[in-house]
């Protein structure tokens, strides 16, 4: 059975960093590109970064330059680098990927606050 298991969230400051990590498992990993996600309270979830299987990326606007995603296929694990926080990223993280995109992770909470 595959799973998504999130990890890395907390409480920062503003202008301060966190690391996000997704460890995967029941699936083929490297095969995959993988994907963050990001849903504010009374927000839609929306699209922060994509990795595909050559490590290629690709970011939404609002995070470029700041964020970074990587992966680690001997580990089954993606990251998201945050730097240079605002409080406008508080939100709960979620990765996701496998076939057709059906794989959910549970969310890490990311505050960033004074």
């Known amino acids: 059975q595959a799973q998504l298991v999130e990890s890395g969230g907390g409480l920062v400051q503003p202008g301060g960093s966190l690391r996000l990590s997704c460890a995967a498992s029941?699936?083929?990993?490297?095969?995959?590109?993988m994907r963050w996600y990001r849903q504010a309270p009374g927000k839609e979830r929306e699209f922060v970064a994509l990795i595909n299987s050559a490590s290629g990326t690709i970011y939404a606007d609002s995070v470029k330059g700041r964020f970074t995603i990587s992966r680690d296929n001997n580990r089954n694990t993606v990251y998201l680098q945050m730097n240079s926080l605002k409080p406008e990223d508080t939100a709960v993280y979620y990765c996701?990927?496998?076939?057709?995109?059906?794989?959910w992770g549970q969310g890490t909470q990311v505050t960033v606050s004074s």
């Open positions: 029941g699936f083929t990993f490297s095969r995959y590109p």
């Open positions: 996701n990927g496998g076939t057709n995109w059906s794989y």
